[in-house]
């Protein structure tokens, strides 16, 4: 139905900047609302909450990525993205993007998708 694919992950020194790319495709009408998560490789340590933006463009953050991290949504081309500055070793993670698509035809609803994470490592 819907297929997700991630991009833009990689290695890069503290301070640097990455983007990342969420791209959508299949029978999506619209995606209602984007978030984006990440999995830290240390064992035991929880899926953080990182950022969000709404089918209207209203975004949230996390506080340890506030004023760093921007959250954006290109409905045309159906494609996320979450642009990454000022990049600290703490940052390292398996980044998720999970998108909330209204799908067509529109009687199928809204469901949510994940992408298949991108690893993103900065070292210090």
């Known amino acids: 139905q819907v297929q997700l694919v991630e991009s833009g992950g990689g290695l890069v020194q503290s301070g640097g900047s990455l983007r990342l790319s969420c791209a959508a495709s299949?029978?999506?009408?619209?995606?209602?609302?984007v978030d984006w998560y990440r999995q830290p490789q240390a064992p035991g340590k929880p899926r953080e909450w990182v950022?969000?933006?709404?089918?209207?463009?209203?975004?949230n953050y996390a506080d340890s990525v506030k004023g760093r991290f921007t959250i954006s949504s290109d409905n045309a081309n159906n494609t996320v993205s979450l642009r990454m500055n000022s990049l600290k070793p703490e940052d390292t993670a398996v980044y998720y993007c999970?998108?909330?698509?209204?799908?067509?035809?529109?009687?199928?609803?809204?469901?949510?998708?994940w992408g298949q994470g991108t690893q993103v490592t900065v070292s210090s």
């Open positions: 999970k998108l909330l698509i209204k799908l067509v035809p529109l009687f199928r609803g809204e469901h949510d998708y």
């Open positions: 299949g029978n999506i009408f619209s995606i209602k609302a």
């Open positions: 950022a969000s933006i709404t089918g209207s463009g209203s975004t």
